[in-house]
């Protein structure tokens, strides 16, 4: 099978080296402004992943990312993400990167090339034919996580990806694909640039519409966020006041006793009712 992989493709621009800090500025700019059209041309793919994805965790089932190098640390972000602004567990949503943690900030020799580790780090974590995995790729060929999306379809596991490749492999092996086609980098195969600014775009799509459609999100609020640090904590105490008739100090107790917004909020409607 042969694809064309435009992630790879030469630049638009060229001798780089002898533009002016403005030009090149202005120029990235120009790229990055094409992203957001790009990825609204794969709503439909990212619908039908997001429905099938939030369907399976009603039921009980764990959102997996799995990528290597800038698409698994994305992932990785996205995931370590949930917990703390939706305040769900730390084993629902979970990113898998190849390397392992030390690949999160250095990079690992040779580990996105592995056939087989994708499917062990899978199973490492108890994967089962109730929870979703999405490759992220941006070339759409990274052995690590293709061949675990292999596994996972042998096994009845939901497959999902998101690359930058249209027609590639990792798409072609996803049930649910998300194909975001960006064009050439402005350095060339430099996919952390618009490759990896639109599977950021996509992670935080489909993220955030799962965990709404989850109940984890009232009126736009994050009322179940986790009051990790006093900015967070004041704007708890913020949320509670538009809620109920409490002033700052009432507002700042009832978060204490409770812990979130969510509960702060019934603990006080229940006791006034």
Not at 150 to 155: G, H, I, S, T
Request: proline share 3%.
């Amino acid at each position: 099978m042969s694809f064309t992989k435009t992630t790879e493709q030469d630049s638009k621009y060229s001798d780089l080296e002898k533009m002016s800090v403005t030009t090149l500025l202005h120029s990235i700019n120009t790229e990055d402004k094409t992203v957001p059209q790009a990825v609204e041309k794969a709503i439909p793919q990212i619908e039908l992943l997001v429905n099938q994805l939030v369907a399976q965790m009603k039921e009980g089932g764990r959102l997996f990312y799995m990528g290597a190098g800038t698409s698994g640390r994305l992932g990785v972000v996205d995931a370590s993400e949930c917990p703390p602004t939706f305040g769900v567990s730390h084993d629902l949503v979970i990113g898998l990167i190849a390397g392992g943690e030390t690949a999160i900030r250095k990079a690992v020799e040779n580990a996105e090339d592995s056939t087989t580790q994708g499917w062990e780090d899978l199973k490492a974590h108890n994967i089962s034919e109730q929870d979703v995995v999405i490759g992220i790729a941006a070339s759409g060929t990274t052995p690590y996580v293709l061949h675990a999306l292999k596994a996972c379809n042998k096994n009845n596991i939901t497959t999902g990806s998101i690359t930058c490749n249209k027609g590639c492999p990792i798409a072609i092996e996803s049930k649910y694909p998300v194909e975001i086609v960006v064009g050439p980098e402005f350095v060339t195969g430099s996919s952390r640039m618009k490759a990896g600014t639109a599977q950021k775009l996509a992670l935080n799509m489909i993220s955030t519409t799962a965990m709404i459609q989850l109940g984890k999100v009232k009126g736009n609020k994050m009322v179940d966020m986790q009051l990790s640090n006093d900015k967070l904590v004041d704007r708890g105490i913020r949320m509670i006041q538009s809620e109920i008739p409490v002033n700052a100090e009432e507002a700042a107790q009832l978060l204490k006793e409770n812990g979130s917004v969510r509960a702060a909020v019934n603990t006080y409607l229940n006791g006034n009712q």
